[in-house]
């Protein structure tokens, strides 16, 4: 039994698989999809439908009629609006397993701007926007195995980094000779998702490794880089962002346009975390 084995065996309520995500992926990457079948795959959650019908309702969408059924809610926003907010709120779910903490919501709420962000470089970078926003979303699920596992160590790990303005990567392998990728990824396979998902969440930290899921990683990397923000030292990341950029031929025009649209995207984000 490996190491991530262990961690994995000794977390007593590891987070729950967000399956309807990949189901629903499914259904809404097929331009044929039957508008039925994305909601009959809402609908088999009440709970889901329940905040769905309230984002929807709310100030920020504004819609002209109240919505009271998941067909409407579809049909008002459209297919790939309501797979965002499903991700969102179904990815919450996933992460407030966490012990209850600063730590794991600062973490949820940085996993959905990084979902928005390499969205957006998905979408200048000619990637499939639908499964990088899922692999974004859960880029750092590793973090809340860690924080289950051990969560005063991991604290202390955390707190470095933010010290040093820099990922927990290395920390983690110093101290566990594993990272938040390997352990997310693990427990992805024991979730049985797609491999794009898999490498994604695997190499989002060492694209340059990443064989074949050398791009989708790549716009994780720059997407986790612009929802930190400045929080990163630019001295640290600059050279392994410029090798991420020339491997998706996305020039610094189209990054700091990402960028733009991640910074409009901060009340929606906002909104959603503070429902989810």
């Known amino acids: 039994m490996s190491t991530i084995d262990q961690l994995l065996e000794r977390v007593e309520i590891l987070p729950p698989s967000p399956a309807l995500l990949n189901r629903l992926l499914v259904s809404i990457s097929d331009v044929d999809a039957n508008f039925d079948d994305v909601v009959n795959l809402v609908e088999m959650d009440p709970g889901l439908t329940a905040k769905l019908l309230q984002i929807c309702n709310s100030a920020f969408f504004g819609p002209p009629e109240p919505i009271v059924t998941t067909r409407a809610a579809v049909a008002e926003v459209g297919y790939q609006a309501i797979y965002l907010l499903v991700a969102m709120l179904k990815g919450a779910d ?8 600063n730590e794991s919501s600062q973490i949820w709420r940085h996993s959905v701007s990084t ?67 390997d ?21 989002h930290h060492n694209f340059l490794n990443a064989g074949r899921a050398q791009a ?8 986790n880089l612009l929802a930190h923000g400045k929080e990163y030292d630019p001295q640290t990341t600059g050279q392994q962002a410029g090798a991420a950029m020339e491997i998706l031929n996305l020039t610094p025009e189209e990054y700091q346009a990402c960028g733009e649209r991640v910074a409009e995207t901060i009340p929606l984000v906002d909104h959603i975390c503070g429902i989810s």
């Open 94 to 101: 996933t992460f407030k397993v966490a012990a209850a903490s």
């Open 115 to 181: 979902a928005y962000a390499t969205r957006y470089i998905a979408e200048a970078t000619q990637g499939e926007p639908g499964m990088a926003f899922t692999a974004a979303l859960l880029h750092d699920i590793g973090k809340v195995v860690f924080l289950k596992g051990n969560p005063d160590h991991y604290r202390i790990i955390l707190k470095r980094a933010v010290e040093a303005r820099t990922s927990p990567f290395d920390y983690e392998i110093a101290s566990h000779g594993f990272s938040h990728a």
């Open 216 to 223: 989708d990683a790549a716009r994780i990397y720059l997407g």
């Open 183 to 203: 352990v997310g990824a693990a427990l992805l396979e024991r979730w049985h998702l797609p491999r794009s998902l898999i490498n994604g969440v695997t190499f």
